[in-house]
């Protein structure tokens, strides 16, 4: 059984926590109250940018739904006439220092989730270990709206709106801190942010629900093509996907009929042709966070499956109210 299997029964399952995790449990606690210390002591302070800036993140570790409702935020701010950017640390990807992505941007050199971002709205997207820096470079290119795509746990950047995405299937698991459980941050922390969001099953109370909507195939060779994936149904294909929570991905692929062979990556895997000979015709279907990745070799018979975040109009309304409240610079007609 891989660390990654192991883990996931410790955390999610009710397997006992090994006596080393429980060790290890302190030593995060400690590592996270040396991060904030400089902060909560005042010889460091939060940077502010020019723009009200909105935290989407999570408390555990792992894929929650992040990034699919981030992209629903610019899509809504869009729509309500701000001009909104994105920043991400852009983890997977070798950038340092702070840069702009272009349209057509390399994941390896930028990360998978950013460079999805930028490809699927086009809005101009930074990535940099310095979230501050990022964002400032985004308002310098026009945004005056700042969505951090993550960062929840970073503190350099100073933001008006937190949002913390839960995974309604999980929730928190053992509800227990790194390596112990998945927890970043102890669970009061999620008492403490503006909105939470459920991706998925039944929110608790005072939780907003989000839906993952995705009913068309797109070949990831070729744009151009697509299917719906419906037309799957009955039929046997290889499922990949490299997110915090492939089961969800193969569970919903499987209530449509579809007789999936699941082959789950780590979290944000570097794909290569290899990983996606499996021996026969069958077609495969991957995450369009994955395909971002597979652009340059992916056969004919290779799909992925773009989603959409489904939220409540009270929740973008309300959002709105408390943007407009954070920053008197706005778009005239918002």
Request: aromatic content about 6%; some cysteine.
């Amino acid at each position: 059984m891989s660390l990654a299997n192991r883990l996931a029964r410790v955390w999610y399952d009710g397997e006992p926590v090994p006596f080393w995790l429980a060790m290890l449990e302190p030593v995060y606690r400690g590592l996270r109250w040396l991060h904030r210390l400089p902060y909560k002591r005042g010889w460091r302070t939060a940077k502010r940018v020019a723009a009200p800036v909105i935290v989407v993140g999570n408390l555990t570790a792992g894929g929650s739904g992040k990034t699919p409702l981030a992209i629903a935020l610019i899509e809504a701010l869009r729509a309500r006439g701000f001009r909104p950017g994105i920043v991400s640390r852009g983890y997977g990807g070798t950038q340092r220092a702070v840069a702009m992505l272009d349209d057509t941007p390399d994941p390896k050199r930028f990360g998978d989730e950013p460079s999805l971002i930028r490809r699927r709205t086009g809005a101009p997207v930074a990535v940099g270990r310095d979230r501050s820096e990022a964002a400032a470079l985004v308002v310098r290119h026009g945004a005056n709206v700042v969505v951090a795509d993550d960062g929840l746990q970073n503190p350099c950047l100073a933001r008006d709106i937190e949002i913390v995405v839960i995974d309604g299937q999980r929730r928190f698991g053992n509800e227990r801190l790194l390596p112990a459980g998945p927890l970043r941050e102890p669970m009061h922390r999620a008492r403490s942010v503006d909105f939470r969001v459920c991706n998925g099953a039944r929110p608790a109370p005072g939780e907003i629900p989000m839906k993952l909507i995705g009913e068309i195939a797109v070949s990831v060779a070729s744009a151009s093509r697509t299917r719906a994936l419906s037309s799957f149904t009955r039929q046997r294909v290889h499922a990949v996907a490299a997110i915090g929570n492939p089961s969800r991905f193969f569970a919903g692929l499987q209530a449509r009929g579809i007789d999936v062979v699941p082959h789950p990556f780590p979290d944000h895997h570097a794909f290569a042709a290899s990983d996606l000979a499996f021996g026969d015709a069958s077609p495969v279907i991957m995450t369009e966070k994955d395909a971002i990745k597979c652009l340059a070799f992916a056969g004919p018979d290779v799909w992925c499956v773009p989603v959409s975040a489904e939220l409540p109009s009270e929740f973008i309304d309300a959002l709105i109210a408390r943007i407009k409240s954070a920053k008197p610079s706005l778009p005239p007609n918002a």
